[in-house]
């Protein structure tokens, strides 16, 4: 006698994403594993008294996007602190950190005022928050607003006074000798270690953003950690059941070290959490003019970018990750730094089998994008930057011309390169990366829906040793899903505005917008 399935997905279009692309009526799930696929009809046999009969109603069912690079805390910060994202002008974002501080109001002059992901290149001002609009903001407390990119902050004067002696003074933008609030790489590093969360707050912005990542149809992230305590809250939430959401951590490799002296490597884990990756720097981003680049930067023709991890401390980290049995992910945006990542991988035994990988991967030569299919090197790649790669947007502002040679996914594809999508949480949106991926004008960006939407399922899993158990729709893998409202396939010029109705993790419903 067959066993009855736990939930039964009927009456919907369910697309396995494998190669070809199928598609079927219905999907059975047993113990949290699908274990059948057909019409409606055929699955109907597996319907039992206990089981669960969820009608899709014609609505799209795909295995649940992976998000390849996320900073979870991060998109809790936006929940909990002030949301720069939202402003349209340089006054907004000053009033929404205003705003903010009217909030967290009270006795305690030390009180952060803190603010998330502004983006200046889309502001009539085209400039960076000063010291002088965050004096605007609070000239007693401190107050920090991050760029989108986290690569650049800006700071009022309480936090210059406090904190100017602890960063290089060419972290500091100086206008003569004064410093005018805006900070990059390593003097951002000292303010975000000064507003660090602790574990109980660390807590809440984990469930804060786990919440929210459900509700865009996100059943598995590549957490980037560093100095954090979101890998003890991923494993008190999984022994307590509390996870709707597959956790790899990437450990910095300040870690690696310790990592090493307690046994832990890649792929060890539960079913939930996983160790993933040793992550490092290498350069920094377009928007701080820090990307490390081969020619100067089209609006600055003095500046070529800048090392955070130069070529020979890379190797290092490089050689001892792999001898020790980890996968390596290097953060590389500027054409200089992607081929200093793509040295140092080729120095190792086996890049191809170790699935190394490249961060955002934006401004590669097509020599590099040869040598990732050649390797096998993964192409961890963010496409919701192309909002930034438009004709007039930051891109073409900071490279000129150069801004059709950034983010190159249908050459990387047509090289062989593994393709993993993931969103940096600038923002956390899957849809919206594949609706950029979908519908830029450059051909060489471009890609066809299914190839999109695999690379933010398979292509991830794929990254993260996760394929024979996730990333498609078949018997023996695992049930998660991601359910929408519409086609992407059919309304592919409007893929950023489809509604995620329902997401599954492990066969249980963990979002439901029907």
């Known amino acids: 006698m ?3 399935a736990d939930t039964v997905f009927r009456d919907g279009e369910i697309h396995t994403l494998t190669t070809p692309d199928e598609t079927y009526e219905a999907v059975a799930v047993r113990d949290g594993e699908i274990v059948r696929l057909g019409s409606t009809y055929d699955v109907e046999f597996l319907v039992g008294t206990d089981t669960d009969t969820i009608d899709l109603d014609g609505r799209v069912l795909l295995p649940g996007f992976i998000d390849a690079h996320t900073h979870l805390t991060t998109v809790g910060k936006y929940l909990v602190h002030a949301d720069l994202s939202v402003a349209e002008d340089l006054d907004e974002a000053v009033s929404l950190l205003r705003e903010r501080a009217t909030e967290t109001d009270g006795p305690d002059d030390s009180a952060w ?5 502004y983006d200046e290149s889309t502001w009539p001002e085209d400039r960076y928050l000063d010291r002088e609009d965050l004096d605007a903001v609070s000239e007693e407390r401190p107050v920090v607003a991050f760029r989108e990119d986290m690569h650049v902050a800006s700071v ?31 003097a951002v590093n000292v303010v975000t270690e000064a507003v660090a969360p602790d574990a109980e707050e660390t807590g809440r912005l984990v469930a804060a953003a786990q919440a929210r990542a459900n509700e865009l149809g996100v059943t598995g992230v590549h957490d980037m950690v560093r100095g954090s305590y979101a890998p003890e809250v991923y494993r008190d939430m999984d022994l307590a059941e509390e996870l709707s959401l597959r956790v790899r951590i990437n450990y910095w490799s300040d870690h690696l070290d310790a990592l090493i002296e307690t046994g832990l490597r890649t792929n060890h884990g539960s079913g939930m959490v996983r160790v993933g990756a040793i992550k490092s720097f290498t350069d920094g981003s377009f928007g701080g003019r820090t990307a490390k680049l081969s020619e100067p930067y089209h609006d600055d023709t003095d500046e070529y970018g800048s090392w955070v991890v130069d070529p020979e401390e890379l190797n290092e980290i490089v050689q001892k990750a792999d001898e020790a049995g980890f996968q390596v992910t290097a953060h590389a945006i500027g054409d200089e730094a992607i081929d200093a990542v793509l040295d140092a991988f080729e120095q190792t035994d086996d890049p191809d089998g170790m699935r190394h990988r490249v961060e955002h991967v934006e401004l590669a030569s097509e020599e590099a994008i040869e040598r990732f299919g050649e390797m096998g090197v993964v192409a961890s790649v963010q496409p919701n930057f192309l909002k930034w790669a438009k004709e007039g947007g930051l891109y073409e502002s900071r490279l000129g011309a150069r801004r059709t040679e950034t983010n190159r996914y249908a050459l990387l594809d047509g090289a062989g390169a593994p393709l993993a999508f993931g969103s940096d949480c600038m923002p956390m949106d899957p849809l919206l990366g594949v609706h950029h991926a979908v519908n830029t004008d450059v051909d060489t960006q471009r890609l066809a829906v299914t190839e999109a939407l695999r690379a933010y399922t398979l292509g991830a899993a794929y990254a993260g040793f996760d394929e024979g158990r996730l990333g498609t729709v078949e018997t023996g893998k695992l049930a998660d899903f991601t359910v929408l409202d519409r086609s992407p ?26």
């Open 489 to 514: 396939w059919e309304y592919e010029a409007e893929i950023r505005d489809i509604d995620v109705a329902m997401t599954v993790v492990d066969g249980d419903v963990a979002y439901d917008d029907r």
């Open 113 to 117: 005022i803190r603010g998330y992901g």
């Open 156 to 186: 009022n004067s309480v936090v210059i006074d406090r904190y100017e002696a602890e960063m290089a003074a060419e972290n500091v933008h100086h206008e003569g000798a004064e410093p005018t609030g805006v900070l990059v790489e390593d």
């Open 2 to 4: 067959t066993e009855a």
